[in-house]
C-alpha cells in the first residue's frame, strides 16, 4: 500500500451525506491520507467548510465553477473574498472555462474567471481549473492574472498546451478516465508528462473508473489510478506515488 492524496474530491456532495465518513475510513486504509475538496456553488461553501473544519484529512477550495454559471449571483463573489480571507482555503477553485457546455455564454464566463484570478493572485494562492475547449483562452487569461500556479484538473488538452501551462506552474490531474483502455490520447498525456508535474484525482462522486462504470465514485479507488499512471509510465509504483503526493503537498502547502 503507498500513500497519496485525492487531489480533486467532491466530499460535501449530497451523494456522500449517507456514508461520509465510512467512504473516507476506506480511503484511508487504502493509503489516501489526504483529500482536496473543492468548492463549486456559494450555497455550498459553508457546508464544505464545516466538513473539512472537522477533519485532519480533509483541505477545502472555494470557487464557482462555470458549469453552474445560472447559479452565481454578483455577491458571491464578496462572499468568496470574504471566506477566502478568513478561512485561507488552500486554493481557489473549481473555476475555469466551459466552451463544451450545449449553451454557454464564454463573456460572462470569462469575467467571472478572471474575477477570481484577481482574487488569488491577491491572496498569494492557487487555482484549481475546469476547462474544456476552452485552453487557449484559459492560458490567456492565466497570462494576465499574476496567478502563480495551480492545478489543470481532468488535464485534456495538447501536449503543446500542457507545456504553456507548465510554464506558468501548473499541475495536471489525472483520474479515473486514464484506466480506460480507450483513453489513448489520454494515456500518451499521462506518459509523456514530467512526473513531477502529475497529480491523481477522482472527481469523486463523478468520473468512475473503468471497474466502477456506472457507479458512485468514490476517493477508495484512487489506487486504481495510481496502478494506471504506473503501468503506463512503467515506473515503481513506490515512486509514482511519492512524487504525486508530494506535488500536492508543495503547491498547496499541506501539512
Known sequence: MHEIIDSHCHLDLPAFDPDRDE????????????????GTTAGGWEKLLRITADSDCLYPALGLH???????????????????????PVAIGEIGLDFQLEKFDAGAQEAL???QLRLAAE????????????HDAMLKALRQSGVKGGICHAFNGSLQQAQQYMKLGFLFGFGGMLTYPNARRLQRLARELPLDHIVL??????????LHHGERNSPEY???VLDALT???????AG??????ENVRRLLKLT
Do not use: S
Open 201 to 210: 484525482e477522482t472527481d469523486a462522486p463523478d468520473m468512475a473508473g473503468a
Open 113 to 115: 474567471l478572471k474575477a
Open 231 to 237: 503501468r503506463l509510465r512503467e515506473e515503481p509504483a
Open 23 to 38: 467512504v473516507i475510513a476506506r480511503a484511508r486504509e487504502a493509503g489516501v491520507i489526504a483529500f482536496v475538496v473543492p
Open 240 to 245: 509514482v506515488a511519492r512524487q504525486t503526493t
Open 123 to 134: 491572496l498569494d494562492l492557487p487555482v484549481i481549473l475546469h476547462v474544456r475547449k476552452a
Open 222 to 224: 484512487l489506487p486504481e
Open 66 to 88: 462555470p458549469y453552474f454559471m445560472e447559479a452565481h449571483r454578483a455577491e458571491d463573489l464578496t462572499t468568496l473574498a470574504a471566506l477566502c480571507r478568513e478561512r485561507r
